[in-house]
């Protein structure tokens, strides 16, 4: 067994932290006060090489491993959760997706943009009435031929408004159920696809969320993702991959709330001393310190298990139920340790606390990864 870092990841540690500090950190609370999506971050990740991770150099990629990919997004998510969020939906889900179910032309068209951070990338699965059962999807794409006509809507798309392309969820045949739904790339520009309600959310405000609107969308044939009925299944193993993003979002955040506690019991003084020389806040570092190295390990197994092609569907449920419901935990601990000055906006703690929660909900809740962990176990 081996629990280290190789060369290269040390040194794409090394470049996320300075890409971090330079870039992330300082434009955050400005961009999450102002629900400004940082299109300039995302341009400056790909100069430096950062939104190619884990592709090959191909299709425009850094030919880094996906363990690379990992470190890069616990490296933003210690700083800013709304960044890394778009960063690993449109590279570590969509392009993914692209990369494993799409045709040589497909990729070719959409690859080289996305990870060139030319164009960003969506997926849309939510529905109004298809949330957690994702199987009732109610959006349309009907045969016509040369074309599909696609019709309906999503809900709660992240970085909608902001992509040129979308991969949606669309049932081809209603009598086949699940069986029955097909994945496209559809594009920004395509006519009859408009964006509809962007919503103001309580956290990762920089990274929009929003409704599409499908009104008689022309899809080409050469734009179905994957074969025709295929598309539940190519969207429950996109999310098995977004998952590892997922709990890499919420334990960068925990690692970045922990590491803001232990500057502020420091620094803080009452009753003549530190704050941090009391046994109760060094008991709350010491838990929150503990959890966070088992949420890690939990993490970079089901990352090591992908990268080696292992099936990894049960510890990236895992990961991301452990370490959202961590982030949470550890959030509110070191703004319990900030006292009033963490409930205030001077602090990033404020911030973290708020976009802490959403991991716990988006690509599947915490009461869903229960569903699906204990389903690999009990194989019912
Ligand atoms: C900021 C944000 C970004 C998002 N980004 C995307 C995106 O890019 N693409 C996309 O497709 N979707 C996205 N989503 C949607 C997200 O994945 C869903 O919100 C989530 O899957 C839950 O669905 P729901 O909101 O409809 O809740 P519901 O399914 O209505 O669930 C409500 C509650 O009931 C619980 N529940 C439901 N069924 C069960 C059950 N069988 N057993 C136990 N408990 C259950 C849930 O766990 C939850 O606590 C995003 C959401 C948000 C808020």
């Not at 794409?12 to 400004?36: G, Y």
């Not at 996305?114 to 997926?123: C, D």
């Not at 996109?238 to 590892?244: P, V």
Request: aromatic share 10%; charged share 25%; net charge neutral.
């Amino acid at each position: 067994m081996d629990f280290s870092f190789t060369r290269e990841h040390e040194l794409v540690k090394q470049l996320m932290k300075q890409f971090v500090d330079n870039e992330v950190r300082p434009i955050a609370a400005e961009i999450d006060e102002t629900e400004r999506f940082p299109l300039e971050t995302i341009e400056k990740m790909a100069k430096y090489g950062i939104k190619g991770m884990s592709f090959s150099s191909q299709y425009g990629g850094s030919n880094t491993d996906y363990i690379s990919y990992v470190i890069a997004v616990e490296e933003l998510a210690k700083a800013c959760c709304s960044t890394a969020c778009i960063y690993a939906v449109s590279t570590g889900l969509v392009a993914a997706m692209i990369e494993k179910f799409g045709n040589e032309q497909q990729k070719q068209k959409y690859l080289p943009g996305l990870l060139a951070g030319t164009s960003i990338g969506a997926f849309a699965l939510t529905e109004a009435n298809a949330g957690s059962d994702a199987s009732a999807q109610q959006t349309v794409a009907k045969d016509m031929g040369d074309y599909y006509l696609l019709n309906g809507s999503k809900t709660f798309i992240t970085n909608a408004g902001y992509s040129s392309v979308y991969i949606v969820m669309a049932m081809t045949d209603k009598s086949k159920g699940v069986k029955g739904i097909s994945a496209f790339l559809v594009e920004k520009d395509m006519e009859g696809f408009s964006i509809g309600k962007i919503e103001e959310k309580c956290g990762v405000r920089a990274s929009s969320t929003g409704e599409l609107i499908f009104e008689d969308v022309k899809v080409p044939k050469e734009n179905l993702l994957g074969k025709e009925g295929k598309g539940f299944n190519i969207a429950m193993a996109g999310l098995d991959g977004g998952r590892i993003s997922i709990a890499t979002q919420a334990l960068g955040l925990a690692e970045g709330a922990l590491d803001e506690a232990i500057k502020y019991v420091k620094e803080r003084k009452q009753f003549g001393k530190p704050i941090g020389k009391n046994q109760g806040l060094q008991w709350y570092i010491a838990e929150c310190a503990t959890k966070i190295e088992a949420g890690r390990a939990l993490l970079y197994k089901a990352a090591w298990l992908k990268q080696a092609g292992l099936p990894y569907g049960k510890e990236a449920a895992m990961a991301k139920f452990y370490n959202s419901e961590l982030a949470m935990e550890v959030t509110i601990k070191a703004l319990q340790m900030h006292g009033g000055y963490g409930y205030t906006k001077d602090y990033a703690i404020e911030r973290m606390f708020r976009d802490a929660k959403i991991t716990s909900i988006y690509e599947g809740t915490s009461e869903v990864q229960k569903i699906v962990i204990s389903r690999h176990i009990l194989d019912l």
